[in-house]
């Protein structure tokens, strides 16, 4: 039987076989995507992002948990996690404080828990990460939570392979400001702020709703912490980002977030913005595809030498950047 074939089927080993070969961007892991891709698309993918040691990870644990037990009368989703270049993996540390429920989730058919090495590439992560993605989707998990750290680049571009983004906010670091100049609350669909247990939880929140609540009374109106060049557009049509307190490490204030995700996701099938959101998320997923293989082929293409002798003529200013891109990419040494 072919590997597709038999992840289509539900064989866990041959699933964890292809995402090595996915990660090792080998010909057959290729080979076996092209097979899956139409068998895509049924997944609900939500991204959850925010500042290192936020919580996100006990959180998408506590979720997870209850998307496998969901509330009477719903039924239990087959869940995926993909972390992303995580500080404090999935398997060790601060995730096995809950050891109950990680025990649950651990000898559960229908979780799988992927950590991805964070080697390689910035711009390959967020690949790779969509390639996994699509393996779980194409394998009928249908929830799939991707983990990154909100820092830079790379997570935008995971956060935009995603229909439903969570941001995770913790007291008192001062990552409001944070999170408004990175512009990561743009990308916001739910707002958690985890660590409710902690004190400053009340500044946080009022700091967060102001800016939220500002916007909704007068979208063009900036929040006076927040940098003028940055627009804070929230509210889309028909969605307003819920503000929602948890206490990840007790389990606290999940079932609203759940609730959300849910109401989300209604939202997104009823105003056609799945459709939109899919639509951009393939085009980013092949710009992406785009961009890294063009510049592969050109680093295959030249010499480190002459690479090194552009850039020192560059340094030393005998010629200009542009001179020095054409040089390069035309390869006019002339
Ligand atoms: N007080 C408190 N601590 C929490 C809460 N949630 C998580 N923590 C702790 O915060 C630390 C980081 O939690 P993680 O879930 O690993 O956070 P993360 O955002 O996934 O971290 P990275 O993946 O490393 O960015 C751990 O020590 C957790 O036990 C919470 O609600 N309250
Ligand atoms: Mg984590």
């Not at 080993?13 to 139409?38: D, I, K, S």
């Not at 571009?157 to 995770?168: K, M, N, S, W």
């Not at 099938?269 to 050109?298: A, F, G, K, P, V």
Request: net charge negative.
């Amino acid at each position: 039987m072919s590997l597709a074939k038999s992840i289509r089927e539900g064989n866990r080993l041959a699933l964890a076989r292809l995402l090595t070969q996915v990660e090792n961007g080998t010909a057959e892991g290729r080979e076996c995507l092209n097979e899956l891709f139409p068998y895509t698309g049924n997944a609900h993918l939500i991204g959850v992002t925010g500042s290192p040691g936020s919580g996100k990870s006990t959180l998408v644990n506590c979720l997870a948990f209850l998307f496998r037990h969901p509330p009477e009368g719903e039924p239990p989703r087959q869940v995926a996690v993909v972390a992303v270049d995580p500080t404090s993996p999935f398997s060790g540390g601060a995730i096995l404080g809950d050891r109950l429920r990680m025990r649950d989730l651990a000898g559960d058919a229908g979780v799988f828990i992927r950590s991805m090495a964070s080697r390689g590439s910035l711009g390959g992560l967020a690949t790779t990460t969509a390639d996994i993605v699509q393996v779980f989707d194409a394998a009928g998990y249908e929830v799939i939570f991707i983990e990154t750290v909100g820092a830079g680049q790379a997570e935008v571009d995971i956060a935009r392979l995603a229909h439903t983004t969570i941001v995770v906010e913790s007291p008192g670091t001062g990552d409001e400001v944070q999170a408004i100049k990175a512009g990561i609350l743009e990308i916001a669909d739910i707002l958690v702020i985890n660590k409710a247990d902690l004190p400053m939880v009340e500044n946080t929140e009022r700091a967060l709703r102001s800016i939220f609540n500002w916007d909704m009374e007068d979208p063009t109106h900036h929040h006076p912490d927040e940098p003028s060049n940055v627009k804070v557009s929230r509210v889309t049509k028909g969605w307003q980002v819920p503000i929602l307190k948890t206490v990840a490490t007790d389990n606290e204030g999940i079932q609203p977030v759940y609730q959300a995700i849910s109401q989300h996701l209604q939202y997104l099938y009823q105003s056609q913005e799945w459709l939109r959101r899919e639509h951009i998320r393939l085009q980013s997923m092949l710009d992406l595809l785009i961009q890294n293989t063009l510049l592969e082929r050109w680093q295959k293409s030249i010499s480190t030498e002459t690479y090194q002798k552009v850039l020192n003529n560059l340094v030393s200013r005998q010629i200009s950047p542009y001179h020095a891109l054409q040089i390069l990419l035309d390869g006019d040494l002339s």
